[in-house]
């Protein structure tokens, strides 16, 4: 009874003295607990749970050492049946989860979900705040070795046991912070293993609504202004919106100044906004965010000594800023810098490891660098060697996997110049082909479509016709889903080209119908999708009037949310997938098969009834006339 009261003496005001003076009586009355002594069981459990929370407050391995033990003790007397037997269960798989995040052991993890997992058979359904933590730690316990040995179902399971916990609360209910804060986290893992943008905005309305819950000084506070941060970033990185990436540095700022500077969750602010601020150097150029970017990451990096878990991704951050100065300014010394903190990065990430795979892009792209400055060959085969055992590591539909393969293109096309060897060329081609086919990423499927096209064409390959192709189909794909005419602009201007060197191949073919066609569909492309909201669909509603008046107005709200401030993403990015959804409802009317495509070639030559029309083509392959 005094170690319980000392207990709450502890929680309620935080002062140490009261959880040493709390072990002490615990340990008291497990003395005089013998073997076969019918309260010995709690005693045992009651001085675990002490020393579990003093390691959780001083980090001394040892008090977690001790705890383990006592939990296993206090779980092998527990009668049968026992009332409290998932709150047992429960206490021993918090102590084995802390001991697997201090040491890596996933026996550790695997037992601790496996004790999770009996609590929750044995806890009451009722909506309780039992369930509730019953179902939120063994989803923690999922998502966590998920991350370890890459099982999608446990992901599945810890969203799905997320989303039950955070159903037994009311709104506004108190529990409903931590279920919010949970669920995002594994909305944000889901988005990262297969890439799909609703589950980045779930995560996001989930954190927005986590700190709309929570009090100024709510010790969960920073740690979700954290998790809004990354989730907004991911969110810049899929759509560049400028909006989300001031949203991300002034987020980061906020946490930063909830906590002093050596702080454990200063780090990982530190981090994000040293992202954030190089995310916003790539947009808007300041040099000064660049070198802020880079302080922030060093800071970083020295509360991660040896040892420290994070110590890998703080290498390769910092290694990432440096190159990118290298880019900018040219000074080698950056570039050796970034090679020297990939490969200690990568060092601390064993096979098996979830961020190997990222160590070996980095390291890989920072010695083609080097190659590039420098030109030894040895850089230039090392390169390659880390991206193909990363590309080993993404399995088919990863969302990585399309920029793996674009990279290796991007080396055997470097070798193809050096030696001339076509063989080297053939592969880079066939890499690129690949990484244009995959089921996700799409910008770089267009990336590796598009350099697909421009490599067969130096060589005249059968392929390049359908490479353009599909390069321009991809452009088209990409063009629906950004969500203003801004971004679309953007990406028109990056691949303005296309239209006009496929048709000088197709010129070179003495194919001057098909490159008609091409550069017809590259002047319409955009026009296809600002212009097509306007689209005059009179023969259509005469044909299907409610389809119609269905397409007129999502077309409307989609123009409407393409030219204003402050839009819905989410909402914006619903409206363009059923915009493509009517869209093909509607080709499948009779004679409106090629409604919003590029205009075949025998439908185009009717301008020329009255007279010639001549069209200029001016590409990086020469300039032609086509009469």
């Known amino acids: 009874d005094l170690g319980c009261a000392l207990k709450e003496q502890y929680e309620q005001l935080g002062k140490l003295d009261y959880l040493d003076e709390t072990i002490i009586a615990c340990g008291r009355a497990l003395d005089l607990c013998p073997l076969g002594h019918h309260s010995r069981f709690r005693a045992l459990n009651d001085l675990a749970i002490a020393l579990w929370t003093r390691y959780g407050h001083l980090g001394v391995m040892e008090d977690l050492e001790k705890a383990i033990p006592l939990h296993v003790e206090a779980l092998d007397l527990c009668p049968p049946g026992h009332l409290d037997m998932y709150m047992f269960l429960g206490n021993s798989a918090l102590a084995l989860q802390s ?8 026996k550790d993890l695997e037992q601790a979900v496996t004790y999770y997992e009996q609590a929750l058979d044995l806890c009451d359904p009722t909506p309780s705040a039992e369930l509730d933590r019953c179902l939120n730690n063994l989803g923690t316990a999922l998502q966590n ?3 370890e040995l890459g099982d999608v179902e446990d992901l599945k399971r810890a969203v799905d046991y997320h989303g039950q916990a955070l159903e037994l609360c009311l709104p506004g209910h108190p529990n409903s912070f931590g279920s919010l804060v949970n669920l995002a986290n594994a909305l944000q893992t889901m988005f990262e293993q297969n890439g799909e943008m609703k589950d980045l905005e779930k995560a996001i309305s989930c954190c927005e609504q986590a700190l709309d819950l929570c009090p ?10 954290n998790n809004l941060a990354n989730s907004l970033q991911a969110r810049y990185d899929q759509l560049g919106q ?3 990436l001031e949203k991300v540095i002034a987020t980061n700022e906020q946490a930063m100044t909830m906590h002093p500077p050596d702080h454990i969750l200063t780090s990982g602010s530190l981090n994000n906004l040293a992202n954030a601020l190089h995310s916003r150097y790539d947009q808007l150029g300041e040099m000064e965010d660049l070198e802020r970017a880079i302080s922030c990451h060093e800071k970083a990096l020295n509360l991660h000594p040896a040892g420290h878990p994070d110590r890998s991704m703080s290498l390769n951050n910092l290694a990432n800023a440096l190159r990118t100065r290298y880019r900018h300014l040219g000074e080698i010394g950056d570039l050796e810098k970034t090679i020297v903190c990939h490969q200690e990065a990568l060092e601390l990430c064993p096979l098996g490891h979830h961020f190997r795979s990222i160590s070996l892009h980095n390291l890989s792209s920072a010695l083609q660098s080097r190659y590039d400055w420098l030109g030894d060959i040895q850089d230039l085969e090392s390169s390659i060697n880390y991206r193909k055992e990363a ?10 996997r399309a920029s793996t393969l674009n990279n290796l293109g991007n080396s055997f096309y470097s070798l193809y110049l050096k030696f001339e060897n076509e063989e080297d060329l053939w592969r880079a081609i066939t890499y690129h082909k690949r990484a244009a086919h995959v089921t996700s990423d799409l910008p770089n499927r ?7 096209a421009i490599k067969a064409h130096v060589q005249g390959y059968t392929s390049t ?7 321009l189909e991809l452009l088209q794909q990409h063009l629906a889903l950004l969500p203003s005419i801004t971004s679309q602009q953007k990406l028109i201007e990056k691949s303005s080209y296309l239209s006009l060197d496929a048709a000088a191949f197709a010129i070179s073919l003495e194919e001057p119908e098909t490159a008609i066609e091409f550069l017809e569909q590259g002047r319409s492309i955009l026009w296809s999708k600002i212009q097509g909201y306007r689209q005059s669909i009179v023969d259509i509603s005469e044909m299907a009037p409610h389809l119609a008046k269905e397409f007129q107005a999502v077309s409307s709200q989609l123009e409407n949310n393409a030219t204003s401030d402050g839009m819905d993403l989410t909402a914006q990015r619903a409206l363009s997938e059923k915009w493509t959804v009517l869209l093909g409802e509607i080709r499948k009317l009779d004679g409106f098969s090629d409604f919003l495509k590029a205009t075949s070639f025998n439908n185009l030559k009717l301008a020329s009834a009255g007279g010639p029309v001549i069209m200029v083509n001016i590409s990086n392959w020469g300039s032609d006339a086509i009469v």
Do not use: M
């Not at 267009?446 to 697909?452: D, H, N, R, S, V």
């Open 391 to 400: 590309l080993d590591s993404f399995p088919e539909g990863h969302p990585h």
């Open 216 to 225: 100024t000084n709510h010790p969960g506070k920073s740690a979700c202004l």
């Open 145 to 147: 070795r998920y991350l």
């Open 446 to 452: 267009l990336i590796g479509a598009k350099q697909w």
């Open 99 to 106: 001991r697997y995040e201090k040491l890596g052991e996933v």
């Open 465 to 471: 016709i359908p490479a353009y192709t599909l390069a």
């Open 242 to 244: 400028i909006a989300d």
